[in-house]
Structure formats: structure tokens, C-alpha cells
Nanobody, 124 residues
Framework: VQLQASGGGLVQPGGSLRVSCAASSLTDRSYFMAWFRQAPGKEREFVAGIRWSGTNTYYGDSVKGRFTISRDTSKTTVFLQMDSLKPEDTAVYYC??????????????????WGQGTLVTVSS
């Protein structure tokens, strides 16, 4: 499985941005797809996740109510819609995939595949 993240950029506080993750060679529909982020000087943190074949979504506490994860199964792409962005959302955003059970979704080590990351900067 190869993951290609895109869509990052500069956005003003309060604005919106959507990042995408295209997954190639993804044949196992039980895979769990997730977004993590890493801000300068901080550890990587879980942002959002969704099972490829399901509808349940999961979010980190800091983004609940502002971010929405979704997937387009026909294009094997996962999206992260980010609204009401704050300066503290500034980070490199990574997509990840793997045979992950929901209870371990926040652990980086649970994911076998990672994209290269896309930078999101929230600043005026």
C-alpha cells in the first residue's frame, strides 16, 4: 500500500482546508485509515480515523466538531475536511493505514503504512 497526501497550504485562522490521501494497491477493505499530525517540537498525535469498509469515524479531542474525515471508495481516497482552523492546528499532516483495531487507533505503531505528509499552516 502506498499513500500520497496532498492539499496542504497556508490558511487564515477561522478558514477551511481539505487534505487528501490517495491510497494505491489497497485491496483489504478492513483497513483502518487515519490522519495524524505533528507540530514543531511536539509528538505526533492522532487526528481522525475511519475504517475503509465502515462508517464509524473517530476524532482526537482537539479537533472534534471542527474536522471531518471521509472516504471515496471508488477513488480509494481519504479526505480530512478542516474547518474553523486555529493557529495551533499548524502541523505536518500524515495519512496512515493498517489492520488496526479501533481501540488502538491512536497509536502510531498500530499503522503499517504512512504517507509523506503535507504541511498545513494556519496564520494571518
Amino acid at each position: 500500500v502506498q499513500l500520497q497526501a496532498s492539499g496542504g497550504g497556508l490558511v487564515q485562522p477561522g478558514g477551511s482546508l481539505r487534505v487528501s490521501c490517495a491510497a494505491s494497491s489497497l485491496t483489504d477493505r478492513s483497513y483502518f485509515m487515519a490522519w495524524f499530525r505533528q507540530a514543531p517540537g511536539k509528538e505526533r498525535e492522532f487526528v481522525a480515523g475511519i475504517r475503509w469498509s465502515g462508517t464509524n469515524t473517530y476524532y482526537g479531542d482537539s479537533v472534534k466538531g471542527r474536522f471531518t474525515i471521509s472516504r471515496d471508495t471508488s477513488k480509494t481516497t481519504v479526505f480530512l475536511q478542516m474547518d474553523s482552523l486555529k493557529p495551533e492546528d499548524t502541523a505536518v499532516y500524515y495519512c496512515a493505514a493498517g489492520r488496526v483495531i479501533a481501540s488502538t487507533r491512536t497509536y502510531e505503531s498500530a499503522y503499517a503504512y504512512w504517507g509523506q505528509g503535507t504541511l498545513v499552516t494556519v496564520s494571518s
